[in-house]
């Protein structure tokens, strides 16, 4: 079956500095990739869509400066959270498209 | 936009019994529904899932049921087993799942032995 990857699968950074999350899809090209967030107990929210070659569609409310979304090839899409602060804690989960979206394993982020 | 509500948001089953979780959707326009089975600490992984070109659609234990009258989809796992127990999340999407999904608020089942 379609494989997600996601890297790093934890992280801890300190309040003011950026990360950058890897999502792979390793055995079959999508054009799509999506970006999610989940706190603790509750559901994944869609934070953006990733499409390769063009810029991300924002859901409401989410801060396109803040989270730069990158999806340069058809089997990598990366998400830079910028200036973290310890409200951007949260696990963050990716999915690519291939005729139904395939999940990522997350990364939890876990900002001091 | 799309809004889906899941219920209920905890339930326990006895080993053998089985178990049902709904959603209700709001845009008649949505015609694709997964189910996802999320473990602790991992992306959540499709279970199943329906069109609305389907009814009902059944693998091994797990069957989904679609109603597009009255816009609501179940989950029905029979013969539950321990390994059952992780939170359930029901979906919806427009244009057969090639666009966005909307997540239910999750449904942390429990099967006990």
């Known amino acids: 079956g379609a494989v997600v990857s996601q890297h790093p699968s934890r992280v801890i950074c300190k309040s003011g500095t950026s990360v950058k999350i890897e999502c792979r899809s390793l055995?079959?090209?999508?054009?799509?990739m999506f970006w999610y967030r989940q706190f603790p107990k509750q559901s994944l929210m869609l934070m953006a869509t990733?499409?390769?070659?063009?810029?991300?569609?924002?859901e409401q409310g989410v801060e396109k400066d803040k989270f730069l979304i990158n999806h340069a090839s058809l089997t990598l899409s990366t998400l830079t959270v910028t200036s973290a602060h310890p409200e951007d804690s949260s696990f963050y989960i990716c999915?690519?498209?291939?005729?139904?979206?395939?999940f990522g394993p997350g990364t939890r982020l876990t900002v001091t | 936009g799309e809004n889906v509500e899941q219920h209920p948001s905890t339930l326990s089953v006895q080993e053998g019994d089985s178990a049902v979780i709904k959603c209700t959707y709001s845009?008649?326009?949505?015609?694709?529904f997964p189910w996802y089975k999320q473990e602790l600490g991992k992306g959540p992984q499709l279970i199943i899932d329906?069109?609305?070109?389907?009814g009902e659609k059944k693998d091994q234990r797990i069957a989904v049921t679609l109603n597009k009258t009255a816009k609501h989809f179940s989950l029905h796992i029979t013969e539950t087993q321990p390994e059952d127990s992780a939170v359930y999340f029901c979906?919806?999407?427009?244009?057969?799942?090639?666009?966005?999904?909307?997540f239910g608020t999750g449904t942390r089942l429990t099967i006990i032995p």
């Open positions: 845009d008649s326009a949505s015609n694709y």
């Open positions: 999915s690519a498209l291939s005729y139904e979206q395939y």
């Open positions: 990733s499409n390769e070659g063009s810029k991300a569609t924002y």
């Open positions: 329906i069109r609305s070109n389907v």
């Open positions: 979906a919806a999407s427009i244009d057969f799942g090639n666009e966005k999904l909307t």
């Open positions: 055995d079959f090209q999508a054009t799509t």
